[in-house]
């Protein structure tokens, strides 16, 4: 596999239009007594800006082949790591560090073909984490900012937006990144909530219930609940309790709705068996 086609399959388009970089740089907003965790460092068009204003930053970088360079032009307070974002471990990573993790950003110009699993990393590890800046592909930011009602609303927004207030910046257009992509991009940033809106006691329980109530969207959301295997009766009782209509979509609920649905449900099913 050529170098050309390797970074093809990583996914990577590298951001060449300075106006949007300094704008990036803005809505960092990179300060010296933070550290910064970028993800996917390319050819260091982002990196080198934000060691020149952050306390230190920790650029991730998967293709081997760009790592010399970087280095080359690294200083004391850019680390330059060859790692797989999606394998990292940021316990590891971060406990030697001394910043705060009220301090800690994770920002990138994420490949397309990481956007999902990163974000559900990032879920995962979000204790580490005050706030997160990424570059993604339009549909996928415009899912992560997405209010109720919205066609884009789905269990992602729920999850992320559960613990991160979302707020899309600006749409970037193709031509803005070397080799273009067919798509749109968009810069997002989450900030961690004070205090998370739910937590569940099984977050793969309240993960699979959100799957299941989106996975026909056209269908009411009733329909998908049965799929579930919860019990006509039960349904109608939740919907009493919670004022919900019976012709209520999936993409209707807010996220209180859907968590107080889901700890009813589970708990009169639990309670009954």
Known sequence: MTKRTKRRALGQHFLKSQAVLKKIIRHISPHKEELIVEIGAGKGALTFPLA???????????????????????????????????????QGL????????????????????????????????????????????????ERVCAKPGSKK????????????????????????????????????????????????????????????????????????LNRLGFSPALINDAYSKLSLDKNVRPEQLSISQYTELFCFLYDQRYSAS
């Open 52 to 90: 020149e204003k952050a306390g230190k930053v920790i650029a991730i970088e998967k293709d081997p082949a760009l790592i010399p360079d970087l280095r080359k032009k690294a200083k004391t307070h850019l680390i330059i790591l060859e790692e797989d974002i999606l394998k990292l471990n940021f």
């Open 94 to 141: 971060l406990k030697e560090e001394k910043a705060d993790k009220a301090k800690i950003k994770l920002v990138g110009n994420i490949p397309y073909s990481l956007t999902s699993p990163l974000l559900f990393k990032v879920l995962a590890e979000r204790r580490f984490f005050s706030e997160c800046i990424f570059l993604l592909q339009k549909e996928v930011a």
């Open 153 to 224: 609303y789905a269990p992602l927004s729920i999850l992320l937006q559960i613990h991160f207030l979302t707020r899309l910046h600006f749409i970037v257009p193709p031509e803005s990144f070397s080799p273009p992509p067919k798509v749109n991009s968009a810069l997002i940033s989450l900030n961690k909530r004070n205090q998370p809106l739910f937590i569940p006691e099984n977050e793969e329980l309240f993960r699979n219930f959100l799957k299941a109530a989106f996975q026909h969207r056209r269908k009411f959301l009733q329909k998908n």
